[in-house]
């Protein structure tokens, strides 16, 4: 429910910088998403992430739209922070 009715991303590997060291021993990536939060609304500041990167609705649907243009397939969440099951599909940059 936190996440609301919206796309959720995993940045799953990075290639160079910071998100080449996304500490694979403790989570398979950083997710992209916003969310539903009690008591909040766009006026508002994002909540505490917890180690995502949280984007206004508007947007992680802009984004969810154009990767699904580039051909990046949906796939289920696994709901789990490891032993992520699927193949990475392209580059977030």
């Not at 590997?13 to 950083?30: F, K, Q, S």
Request: hydrophobic share 30%; with cysteine; charged share 25%.
């Amino acid at each position: 429910k936190s996440f609301g009715p919206y796309g959720v991303n995993r940045a799953v590997r990075g290639l160079e910088g910071n998100a080449r060291v996304l500490l694979p021993h403790l989570r398979d990536g950083i997710l992209v998403h916003t969310g539903e939060w009690p008591g909040w609304t766009e006026n508002h500041t994002m909540p505490n992430s917890h180690g995502c990167i949280h984007v206004w609705p508007a947007e992680v649907k802009r984004i969810e739209q154009e990767l699904l243009k580039l051909g990046v397939v949906e796939r289920k969440n696994p709901m789990t922070g490891k032993d992520y099951p699927y193949k990475p599909q392209g580059l977030l940059s």
